[in-house]
């Protein structure tokens, strides 16, 4: 019996000296994503390699959105998390720990903003003020798709107290649109483009360059904690993120970018093909998270102004 | 001191241990208080609220959407179950729907619902009255089923009609059962409600506890719950004085 | 008013689940004269609350047959009160005394007053006036009983059936009970049928007692009992007489149960 007993120990300690010998010592980085086409650049890199040059795995997670992503950022179930500019300064604003970490979708240019407002071709709605008593669909309220949802509603002649909001996933917004569900959805590529290829949408208004050109719709969070502790790693995050962009730039419209894309949103290749999409940034654009901010004050959603440059890790810029 | 006092007094000392320790962990920032504001910002949160009148709106719609559906619950609920307890054929028509329905989660059912019956108040009243009605229906089902063979011998014995009998012995008899059916569909009734309203609702205290946590207004977030909490203990106590109004007898 | 109630040859088989069928009663005939108290006793286990279901109806025998004044039974007949030994579970625990005791009229014509009125007079009769109001579980055990009684008084009943009714009641209250029972009867006149255990209570209360035997359960005799009325808890229960249709009842029963045990 002792013997045995003594094999065993000895097997246990052996057994944990290997383990703990750093045999390819990957480093794990848990990611929130949203499967829209904002976070192309990231699964590029993955593809690529470009993160596993710098030492890192990514462990990617679906969400609805970043309102949803930021509480498990929070939590600890994430390291990073591709959310939205507003959802991140409603946090910032209730003193929640976050920082962007990285860039992720800019709205440059009136002819390279897909995302739109989108209804039944039938249902003979045009403006903001049609939609008054109406329903909208938005992958989760009080988010940047939400606000600006509702500023172009406002520029375009309604009332958007007068609108109901839905909260619908994106992948489900043209489903929720042809069975009624919602008379309006605001929805981001890919989408958008396929919704609008069939006869019974159509696309009515692109709130964001109608309401703030060059917007900086969404980025990459984390907290300052990370930030802090794993310099290194955010360092090496961001490195390879901007390889990933850079990649998908130049890529676009390519098979090996839609076989990446196809990957995540579950499309059909064929019918990626049609859609149209913008370039990347590389860099975050603080004028515009400040901009955006006054829109919140203005809509109410902030209670007071907040400094934007401190939560921008300074590599982003 | 008196034994109910005493019980009284550790309730509210033990009370007050939690609320302190749940501000000592948020004021010294053992959880960050963005997750868990402080008992006292939460409290501020619920008086402002109050004060500004914004509770009644959302409480009302809840409170409406709950009780209409509750109503219809319970009447479907008891109808059905006196009728499949005292009809074989019924029963036996009746029991494998309920059998196949009864252990399905109702909130695993409400996606679905929302897919076939659109989002609107129709819909919204469904979800809850399917996961009300079956306690309901099931214990009134039991408890007619269950009816002390002495009462229906009872009945027997002076002559009573089928009717009569249904009437006069067994409807009564069974209500301490219908009472423990409503009782158990009343909280599932208030989840259901507030759920819905969570995934599609308008208003109400289910979309208004959602819309704070994605703003993460979390304070008052906690300060909705905190009314949710008191609007469930509310219908509890109601009922239980209903209770004890309807059936004097049970338990004696 | 009261009624001849005979039983033919009643036999009763249960099927015990399994296939197998046990013979409960196997051929018993009795009859019991107008206005007569018949008491059935016999060691437990016999059937005798069985017997007791056949003739109120709530049990259909296997073979045989149960007449009032000569014609069939079949199915609870009107003129038939069954009273339960489990009386605190018959009682309507949801109505009032006066309620409870109404219950039989409610189903025939006449004016709601005139029926509180007649019930009354019934609680009153069982020594319950006063009560009228109150619900089965604010009274004692015996009170129940009462109410039951009265109940069962209120159905106009030409047979008295009674199920060990005092078995579950104290000394003293189920003598007062015996000599209340022995009260209607003797004013109202029913036909009264008792299963008990209580040899004792039997040879009090009974014009005649019925021994059965063990199951398979037949009659094994029948005692007349000659002892004077109105009986008295006291003085009848002291008659040497008494005494001697005791012993000789006991003897048959316990010889009975030392037979079933060779």
């Known amino acids: 019996m002792r013997q045995s007993i003594s094999k065993w120990v000895f097997g246990l300690a052996l057994g944990a000296m290997l383990g703990a010998m750093p045999a390819s010592a990957a480093e794990k980085l848990r990611v929130s994503i949203i499967p829209i086409n904002d976070v192309t650049p990231l699964f590029s890199a993955i593809k690529q390699g470009y993160f596993a040059e710098e030492g890192l795995e990514i462990d990617t997670a679906p969400s609805a959105g970043g309102a949803v992503g930021i509480p498990g950022l929070v939590a600890g179930s994430y390291d990073i998390v591709y959310g939205n500019v507003v959802s991140m300064l409603l946090a910032a604003q209730q003193g929640i720990d976050i920082r962007v970490i990285a860039p992720g979708t800019k709205v440059d240019k009136v002819e390279d903003d897909a995302s739109a407002m989108v209804v039944r071709s039938d249902s003979g709605i045009a403006t ?56 309006a959805g605001f929805m981001v590529i890919p989408y958008v483009a396929l919704a609008t290829a069939k006869p019974e949408f159509k696309a ?101 102004p907040i400094d934007v440059k401190p939560l921008i890790y300074d590599k982003a810029l | 001191m008196k034994d109910r006092h005493l019980a009284i007094l550790i309730g509210v000392i033990s009370l007050a241990m939690v609320t302190g320790l749940w501000e000592f962990v948020s004021d010294h920032r053992i959880v960050s208080p963005a997750l868990l504001p402080p008992p006292s910002s939460v409290a501020r949160a619920l008086v402002t609220l109050i004060a500004d009148g914004d509770i009644w709106q959302q409480l009302l719609h809840t409170a409406a959407l709950f009780a209409g559906s509750y109503a ?80 229906s011998e009872t009945a027997r014995t002076f002559g009573c009609s089928r009717w009569r009998t249904i009437r006069s012995v067994v409807l009564p008899a069974t209500l301490p059962a219908i009472f423990t059916g409503m009782k158990v569909a009343l909280s599932l009734g208030i989840v259901l409600a507030v759920l819905a309203e969570m995934l599609a609702g308008q208003s109400g205290l289910g979309f208004i506890i959602l819309d704070t946590q994605r703003a993460f207004q979390t304070d008052q977030m906690y300060a909705w719950v905190v009314v949710l909490a008191a609007f469930g203990a509310a219908c509890s106590l109601l009922f239980d004085r209903i209770e004890r109004f309807a059936i004097p007898w049970h338990g004696r | 008013m009261a009624a001849r109630v005979s039983l033919q040859n009643v036999r009763k088989v249960f099927d015990d689940g399994s296939g197998a069928s046990l013979v409960a009663i196997d051929g018993v005939s009795l009859e019991a004269t107008r206005g007569e108290f018949l008491a059935i006793v016999g060691p437990s286990g016999c059937g005798k609350s069985t017997l007791l279901k056949i003739i109120a109806g709530l049990i259909e025998p296997t073979a045989g047959l149960v007449e009032e004044d000569g014609r069939r039974v079949a199915g609870p007949p009107a003129r038939f009160v069954y009273l339960f030994q489990q009386y605190s579970r018959s009682l309507f625990a949801w109505r009032t005394v006066l309620a409870n005791v109404m219950f039989p009229l409610e189903q025939t014509a006449g004016s709601r007053a005139d029926i509180k009125e007649t019930c009354r007079r019934f609680i009153a009769q069982v020594g319950l006036a006063g009560f009228e109001d109150r619900y089965p579980w604010q009274l004692s ?52 049928i008792l299963v008990t255990h209580d040899v004792e209570e039997a040879v009090f209360m009974a014009d005649r007692v019925a021994v059965l035997t063990q199951r398979p359960t037949r009659v094994a005799e029948i005692v007349p009992i000659g002892l004077p009325r109105p009986r008295n808890q006291l003085t009848t229960r002291e008659d040497p007489r008494f005494l001697e249709l005791r012993h000789h009842l006991m003897t048959a029963l316990l010889g009975d149960a030392v037979d079933a045990g060779r």
């Open chain 1, 128 to 183: 903001g003020k049609d939609l008054e008593g109406k329903n909208v669909g938005v992958n989760t309220r009080n988010n940047v798709i939400w606000l600006y949802a509702r500023a172009w509603i406002k520029a375009s002649g309604g009332d958007p107290d007068k609108v109901t909001y839905r909260e619908v996933p994106h992948p489900q917004l043209e489903d929720a649109l042809r069975q009624k569900q919602i008379d």
């Open chain 1, 204 to 304: 009515i208004a692109h709130p964001y360059s109608t309401v703030q050109l060059g917007v900086d719709v969404g980025e990459y969070l984390t907290t300052s904690k990370f930030l802090t502790e794993r310099p290194e790693t955010a360092a090496k995050f961001l490195r390879a993120l901007r390889r990933g962009i850079e990649w998908y730039n130049a890529n676009r419209g390519t098979p090996p970018l839609l076989e990446i894309v196809s990957g995540f949103t579950k499309i059909d290749v064929e019918l990626l093909k049609k859609v149209n999409m913008s370039a990347s940034p590389l860099k975050v654009d603080p004028p515009q998270v400040e901009t955006t901010m006054k829109l919140m004050l203005d809509n109410k959603l902030l209670k007071a």
């Open chain 2, 72 to 151: 219809i619950a319970c009447v479907v609920g008891i109808a059905v179950g006196i009728w499949m307890g005292c009809s074989e054929f019924v029963d036996g028509l009746l029991q494998p729907i309920v059998e196949l329905l009864r252990p399905i989660p109702k909130s695993a059912l409400v996606p679905a619902l929302f897919l076939f019956l659109g989002i609107g108040p129709l819909t919204m009243v469904t979800v809850v009255v399917v996961a009300a009605v079956f306690p309901v229906l099931i214990n009134v089902y039991q408890g007619v089923r269950g009816l002390d063979p002495v009462l």
């Open chain 3, 141 to 192: 055990g015996g009170m129940q009983q009462r109410v039951a009684i009265a109940r069962a008084l209120a159905a106009n009943p030409d047979v008295l059936l009674l199920d060990e009714p005092f078995s579950a009641v104290d000394a003293l209250t189920r003598m007062e009970l015996q000599t209340l029972v022995l009260e209607l009867c003797q004013r109202n006149g029913f036909t009264a």
